[in-house]
């Protein structure tokens, strides 16, 4: 993800939230990614394990198409703020990119699109590409509200230092993350449309060269029918992307939807 040229809409992203998973053991399922990926670079893809394994998840994939990210970092440089990390920190130990404003951390950590939007600031200032999470919740999405909602948080969430280049979206509804459950195609469509059109018109960008990626339940059984949506640009990964032989499978998915992609 830190290959500037990478960041052409064009190539799908696969990206994993290993969340609060992971010891050194299981560095071993990044080996093996790195492993099963080989040299190909059909596909971007990008690891966020816990940040105590950045530095040594960063080694090992060093040199190899995998890049790794961090799940969070504060939007001050340093201080007294026992417990946190800064961007420059996370780069420091290896990190291209962050995670900001997963609902987990909107919702546990009480983060506001204010805050978000203060981190990925921060975030590209140092230097690291920012993906940005937003979605609605069950009752929103019953309400009528999921286009409102996630409007709003796009608004609010994106800095205008932001660009196609630096940024990537993640729709991930928050009904849908670790359910089991989707939205259907026709939904997901018409949300990444609708946040597509908003930042064409923010930005001034040709409303295509944005990635936006889809999360929340993605496993090998349903990744080729998401990814083949032209509207879907990547995937945002949580429990299928723990274990190598699940991830790689949905990466070989988004190796074939990126096909459709070729001239
Ligand atoms: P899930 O998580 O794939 O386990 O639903 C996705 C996410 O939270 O990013």
């Given at each position: 993800?830190?290959?500037?040229?990478?960041?052409?809409?064009?190539?799908?992203?696969?990206?994993?939230?290993?969340?609060?998973?992971?010891?050194?053991?299981?560095?071993?399922?990044?080996?093996?990614?790195?492993?099963?990926?080989?040299?190909?670079?059909?596909?971007?893809?990008?690891?966020?394990?816990?940040?105590?394994?950045i530095?040594?998840?960063?080694?090992?994939?060093?040199?190899?198409?995998?890049?790794?990210?961090a799940?969070?970092c504060?939007?001050?440089?340093?201080?007294?703020?026992?417990?946190?990390?800064s961007a420059a920190m996370v780069k420091d130990a290896g990190a291209s990119a962050v995670?900001?404003?997963?609902?987990?951390?909107?919702?546990?950590?009480?983060?506001?699109?204010?805050?978000?939007?203060?981190?990925?600031?921060?975030a590209?200032?140092t230097g690291l590409?920012?993906?940005?999470?937003?979605?609605?919740?069950?009752?929103?999405?019953?309400?009528?509200?999921?286009?409102?909602?996630?409007?709003?948080?796009?608004?609010?969430?994106?800095?205008?230092?932001?660009?196609?280049?630096?940024?990537?979206?993640?729709?991930?509804?928050?009904?849908?993350?670790?359910?089991?459950?989707?939205?259907?195609?026709?939904?997901?469509?018409?949300?990444?449309?609708?946040?597509?059109?908003?930042?064409?018109?923010?930005?001034?960008?040709?409303?295509?060269?944005?990635?936006?990626?889809?999360?929340?339940?993605?496993?090998?059984?349903?990744?080729?029918?998401?990814?083949?949506?032209?509207?879907?640009?990547?995937?945002?990964?949580?429990?299928?992307?723990?274990?190598?032989?699940?991830?790689?499978?949905?990466?070989?998915?988004?190796?074939?939807?990126?096909?459709?992609?070729?001239?």
């Amino acid at each position: 993800m830190n290959d500037k040229s990478s960041m052409a809409k064009s190539k799908l992203l696969v990206a994993g939230n290993w969340k609060m998973n992971g010891l050194r053991a299981d560095l071993a399922q990044i080996e093996a990614i790195k492993a099963g990926v080989g040299t190909s670079r059909a596909v971007d893809i990008a690891i966020f394990p816990p940040a105590t394994l950045i530095q040594a998840a960063a080694a090992l994939v060093e040199g190899s198409p995998v890049q790794v990210g961090a799940q969070d970092c504060r939007p001050e440089p340093a201080g007294a703020f026992t417990g946190d990390l800064s961007a420059a920190m996370v780069k420091d130990a290896g990190a291209s990119a962050v995670i900001l404003g997963h609902s987990e951390r909107r919702a546990g950590h009480c983060e506001t699109s204010r805050i978000i939007r203060q981190k990925a600031s921060a975030a590209l200032k140092t230097g690291l590409e920012s993906i940005i999470c937003l979605g609605e919740t069950k009752g929103e999405r019953a309400a009528g509200l999921a286009s409102s909602v996630c409007a709003r948080q796009l608004a609010d969430s994106v800095p205008d230092e932001s660009s196609p280049v630096n940024t990537v979206i993640a729709y991930e509804p928050v009904w849908a993350i670790g359910s089991g459950l989707s939205p259907s195609a026709e939904d997901i469509a018409s949300m990444h449309s609708l946040l597509r059109t908003q930042l064409g018109e923010r930005f001034r960008d040709a409303r295509g060269q944005w990635r936006i990626l889809y999360g929340g339940s993605v496993t090998p059984a349903n990744a080729a029918a998401i990814l083949e949506n032209d509207e879907v640009d990547g995937v945002l990964v949580g429990g299928a992307s723990l274990n190598a032989a699940s991830f790689l499978a949905i990466i070989a998915a988004a190796r074939e939807a990126s096909k459709r992609c070729e001239p």
